[in-house]
């Protein structure tokens, strides 16, 4: 097991029954607020994001704060970063101040690899670059669970801006080594080819009727327009080809879950009447982000 | 008079269709004799029993990144470690701060590599202006000062019009248009090759077709204008094809491949390593078949390492952030054994003559024989022992390598430069 949590890619079907089971522990009963733990009490985890996020920010920090932990969070623009300092010497620094983990997020693809090679210190991927955010799966994960007795066999969509997404590829790695069978879907231009071979079970199409048919669950994709530095598709033609509308909805099976990592473009790619429709899981995602983070934690700094 | 007799070794040079067990007699820093039991009373002798013995090594694409760059190499700290790849010629890209776009430079160059290089040094001038792939730089004067060909490695320059009016010029000038072939548009943003493995790192992807383009609308401007032009760092099996393509029809194309281009795939990288990082990117086995096959057949005529040297603190970092390019002298002619002559691929006589008379005929350099009165460069090789590079010792300034700790049989034994033994092994 790597000493941290950096990709879905290296976990054992195993392991990641383990943290979400452990995940469920940890989640509140209905109407009663969470539990405070002490299982983390005198450690200290530092969340450094070099990319904006306030939703996994706030999601992890809470996290820590339910198990006893002291955190502390570094954004970029507040830290040495924008002085010019390397991405190494930055993280030698909070290395030396002896943290017992660091949560990072970064828009490089593998800076949290790099840093594990040289650092001790455990680390936890919070989403870096379009490659990975897993979290994000697992947290997805225990939400499909909550209402499914198992992942086995369903039919998941994952539909928008697939080759920017990290979420698309640490829900595709997941839920393939669970023999979900993955269609994703997006425009060509952001659907690229080489996605069907990444992982067991994967099919691409362009149609999202084809892609929604008889699914189990709908995973939305945020359009990342600040990840391309193009116009890889007309973007007023999005909603119109590729935006989650109540007819798609009738296409799936009747109990679809719809979900979507937030935060949600109402009328880009999911419309109101779903986003808050009774299909609607998006607000039970971030409740499960949560007690998912929480069993990511003790599991990485277990002693 | 200073004499060496290289003794008791296998002697191959292509040039001359030798290959037999003789002994090589220089004087002064020519070539006099080959023969068999050569007298070497009053000389120096070298015992090559064992070993091959076989013209010096021509490696016509490194970076010295001097001027400009010497935290990364210098003219002397490269060609220490180009003469412990046992390479005893080198020619230097025009890629420096400033830009070999003038005989200035060029001069400079020379000069320096006079003062304080091991191995001979060839500069390449730049195609343009500061490579800015805009206005033609002073090429004539540059063939005056002692540039071999013109390139503006690493830029590819995009305009067509551009690159027409430059084949047109280095045709009057006789020298060969060097052509990175990457079209920018297509590879923008990319950082390894475009594939399975890219799409699972979420790294961006220089797809294979944006070096096929270039290769492809050069070689048609190359039979408009008539001019002898070279594909650098071949690594698509479809440029492949078009460069078999202009051979077959008599075209003056050539063709070069690396050692890592022949020796890695895009699968052999671990995840985010940046000694894996480097333009054109590693292939597909499809394409490293190709390029060996290529090698083979001809279709490449020759091997040079883009020996391209960054600091450490240059490659620890975000991969993306990391520049391109890797060591490449050391360990080239270890590969070469390993893929192409271990593997039965290619007789060792044919991949003499891709180091040594093939590059010398491209570039049209007095190099790459032992004929007699020839400049006595001879590269020594053996072909059985084994070792393991190790980076930390290169005489380079930089340590950005693959095939650090890598396991070799057979390899360099020693290096002579006009007469003078200038590196050996375990020397």
Partial sequence: MQKGLLGIAELSRGEIEEILSRARDFQPPPRQSFKRFDTLRGRMIVNVFFEASTRTRTSFEIAAKRLGADTLSITASGSSVSKGESLVDTLNTLGAMRPDAIVMRHSASGAPQFLSRYLPIPIVNAGDGTHEHPTQALLDARTILDRRATLEGLRIAIIGDIAHSRVARSNIYLLSKFGVSIVLCGPASLLPRDMAAIAPGVELTTDMRKAIRDADVIMMLRVQLERQNEASFPSNEYFQFFGLRPEHVQLAKPNVIVMHPGPINRGREISSEVADSQRSAILNQVENGIAVRMAVLEKVLAP | ?427
């Avoid at chain 2, 070792?387 to 300034?397: F, G, H, I, L, Q």
């Fill in chain 2, 1 to 427: 008079m200073s004499r060496l007799v290289v003794k008791g070794g296998r002697v191959i040079d292509p040039s001359q269709n030798i290959d037999r067990a003789a002994d090589v007699a220089i004087e002064d820093g020519s070539v006099r004799d080959i023969g068999e039991n050569i007298d070497a009373t009053g000389s120096e002798v070298f015992d090559a029993s064992g070993l091959i013995v076989a013209p010096g090594f021509i490696d016509m694409h490194v970076h010295l990144r001097e001027p400009g760059f010497e935290h990364s190499e210098t003219i002397e700290t490269g060609s220490r470690s180009a003469a412990a790849g046992g390479f005893t010629s080198i020619c230097c890209m025009p890629n420096t701060q400033p830009v070999n776009d003038n005989a200035t430079v060029t001069h400079f160059i020379l000069e320096r590599a006079r003062e304080r290089a091991v191995v001979n040094v060839y500069p390449i001038g730049a195609i343009t202006k500061n490579s800015a792939g805009e206005e033609l730089a002073a090429i004539a004067s540059m063939k005056e000062a002692g540039i071999v060909a013109i390139s503006d490695d690493g830029k590819p320059v995009m305009n067509a019009r551009v690159i027409r009016r430059a084949m047109e010029f280095a045709r009057s000038s006789n020298l060969p248009v060097i052509q990175h072939c990457e079209d920018l548009h297509l590879s923008a943003g990319g950082d390894m090759h475009e594939g399975i493995q890219s799409t699972r790192l979420g790294l961006r992807g220089i797809p294979r077709a944006s070096e096929d383009v270039m290769v492809a609308r050069d070689i048609l401007l190359a039979e408009l204008t008539g001019a002898r032009y070279h594909v650098a760092h071949i690594s698509s099996r479809n440029a492949m094809q078009m460069v078999a393509f202009a051979k077959s029809k008599g075209l003056s194309v050539t063709a070069e491949a690396t050692p890592h281009h022949f020796a890695l795939t895009n699968n052999d990288m671990p995840p985010y390593d940046s000694n894996y990082k480097m333009k054109p990117p590693l292939r597909d086995e499809s394409d490293v078949g190709a390029i060996v096959d290529g090698l083979a057949n001809g279709t490449i005529d020759a091997i040079a390492t883009d020996h391209a040297p960054h600091p450490g603190d240059e490659k620890m970092q975000e991969f993306e952030r990391c520049p391109f390019g890797i060591l490449g002298f050391e360990t080239a002619i270890g590969l070469a054994l390993e893929r192409l002559y271990h593997s039965g691929r290619i007789g060792l006589a044919h991949m003499v003559s891709l180091f040594t008379e093939n590059p010398a005929r491209i570039l049209s350099l007095r190099r790459g024989t032992l004929k007699r009165g020839a400049a006595a460069d001879l590269t020594i090789f053996g072909l059985e022992h084994e070792w393991t590079y190790d980076v930390a010792r290169s005489p380079s300034k930089s340590r950005n390598s693959p095939f650090h700790g890598h396991k070799f049989r057979g390899g360099q034994v020693a290096t002579i430069v006009r007469g003078q033994i200038v590196w050996r092994l375990n020397g």
